[in-house]
């Protein structure tokens, strides 16, 4: 049980909820400020005070004042013409995660929303009714208004929802789950749906697995080291102190644990002086994204905690304001620079891998890593497959948050384009899982070729790990499936696992 409360939420609480089903619940002092927070909004109704959002309509028609008798309506109207995201469903984890993020920030009473109206989206997290929300159509300026009103429409038995493995409209869904719906009172539609929770969720899924990602990363770039026969000299701790860039000092301090008891790669080589940059810089290039990645990391956790609706309530101070917590910036800047740090590690991973299975660059292996070579082309296209996807990931990282777009008659005339951010950063992250599984692959055929039992203890046990679902490539076979594996194991974080099963947690 995870209990929520505004302050403390962490990326892996997050990722208990979105991908274990962990169930949620709302703390008692919370509960206190919500019910606080909604009666200074009675108030309000009751002296029929303007406030934005309450007694006045949205973007451009805030200077029209709406009477208390129609605000439910309000309400129920901002939902449904905001309700307008196109293409495919965000991905089930990620609803999830919007879910728990929304419910977190109205937790810490800023929003004016009612009890009962949370709790029912808590039902609906916790008994598994997935609202249907379209990936496109956010421009992260008001928040996440499209897609997050996709989530509220099911609250009112409106849109869809997946439950139990079937997509169904959402009056089904709700009433099949044993949840009664709602009609929105004044202000709960705003609080449901101006903030960044779609972003952020996404985010959350990035920066957890990109955490990942760079272990991986390193094991791969250690497996290539020795079966290019690299020279382990370059990763002494002393070099590295000298420049005092913390990823790069935590990426060499890896290596040289992962290459412990190598008999493959070398302190000193007497055939080469050097080994080229995609060995040798590994822990300057790999350290610069995993220091992204910790900025990004606490960029992500600040935000999962943050209240960014619209207006805030402040019933000690007597106060509501309008302000702009809303705005995406914050998480657009990070999933961009989020999205670069990741394209860099397929990027330099495609160029170890193109010194595996080139004759020219490999130390001796034989070309494309096949004994039959020829007849048989081995690993040749599969480096093809690599130089792909990093170049369509090149595309993508490109910045989102620099194409801002005015909308609703240039009242929003900045916005942060956040979403597609986190979305790119999403599928840059899915590329260069993709490229490192290849590699990894690769590494492995290759150490198969030199020998395996002179591999370090930690990546024997990445070795045998690979082994378990790829066999050896002896003559050509169909590639795709095995290069399919081997995404897998890294998607399920099942190497970094195996290699640190043997030289304890890596950074």
């Not at 990426?251 to 080994?275: I, M, W, Y």
């Not at 309008?322 to 657009?332: E, K, L, M, R, Y």
């Not at 599969?382 to 130089?387: E, G, L, M, R, S």
């Not at 942060?416 to 692959?441: C, H, P, W, Y």
Request: hydrophobic fraction near 45%; aromatic fraction near 4%.
């Amino acid at each position: 049980m995870i209990y929520i409360n505004g302050h403390d939420l962490t990326i892996e609480q997050v990722i208990a909820v979105s991908r274990q089903g962990e169930t949620v619940a709302i703390a008692p002092d919370a509960r206190e400020r919500i019910n606080a927070a909604r009666a200074y909004v009675d108030r309000k109704l009751a002296d029929k005070a303007v406030v934005y959002g309450l007694t006045t309509g949205f973007g451009k028609f805030s200077t029209v004042f709406v009477p208390e008798e129609e605000t439910a309506q309000l309400q129920r109207n901002l939902i449904i013409s905001h309700a307008c995201g196109m293409g495919e469903p965000l991905d089930t984890r990620v609803v999830r995660a919007a879910m728990l993020l929304r419910l977190n920030a109205l937790a810490r009473g800023n929003s004016g929303i009612r009890l009962s109206t949370m709790e029912t989206l808590l039902q609906m997290l916790n008994r598994g009714v997935h609202p249907i929300i379209p990936e496109k159509g956010s421009l992260g300026a008001s928040g996440d208004l499209a897609p997050l009103s996709h989530m509220v429409l099911v609250m009112l038995g409106e849109g869809e929802a997946e439950y139990q493995g079937r997509v169904m409209p959402g009056r089904e869904a709700m009433a099949a789950a044993g949840i009664d719906t709602i009609q929105l009172a004044a202000k709960e539609g705003l609080a449901l749906i101006n903030g960044t929770q779609i972003m952020t969720a996404i985010a959350c899924q990035a920066v957890y697995d990109a955490r990942d990602l760079a272990k991986t990363a390193d094991i791969a770039a250690a497996m290539t080291c020795q079966a290019l026969h690299g020279i382990r000299k370059a990763f002494d701790p002393k070099v590295h102190a000298l420049r005092g860039q913390p990823g790069q000092i935590t990426t060499a301090e890896n290596l040289r644990r992962l290459l412990e008891g190598s008999g493959l790669s070398f302190d000193l080589n007497p055939d080469k002086v050097q080994d080229a940059y995609a060995i040798r810089c590994t822990p300057q290039i790999h350290g610069a994204s995993r220091d992204a990645i910790g900025y990004v990391w606490g960029v992500v956790s600040r935000e999962i905690n943050a209240v960014t609706d619209n207006p805030l309530i402040f019933p000690e101070e007597d106060e509501a304001i309008s302000g702009g917590n809303f705005h995406g910036q914050p998480v657009a800047l990070a999933m961009d620079f989020l999205g670069i740090a990741l394209a860099e590690y397929a990027n330099v991973s495609e160029r170890r891998l193109e010194r595996l299975v080139n004759p020219a660059l490999s130390e001796g292996l034989p070309a494309f890593l096949t004994n039959r070579g020829g007849v048989h082309s081995g690993f040749m296209i599969a480096q093809y497959a690599a130089a792909s996807m990093v170049s369509e990931s090149k595309v993508y990282a490109h910045p989102a948050s620099v194409d801002s777009i005015p909308s609703s008659a240039n009242q929003e005339d900045h916005v942060s384009m956040g979403t597609t951010a986190a979305r790119k950063a999403l599928m840059i992250l899915d590329n260069s899982q993709k490229v490192l599984g290849i590699e990894l692959f690769a590494g492995a055929q290759a150490a198969w070729l030199r020998g395996e039992d002179g591999l370090s203890p930690a990546t024997r046990a990445v070795y045998d790990r690979i082994r378990q679902a790829i066999p050896p490539v002896d003559q050509d076979v169909v590639m795709h499936p095995l290069m399919v594996q081997a995404d897998e194991l890294v998607k399920a974080h099942a190497i970094s696992q195996a290699a640190e099963a043997v030289c304890g947690e890596l950074q």
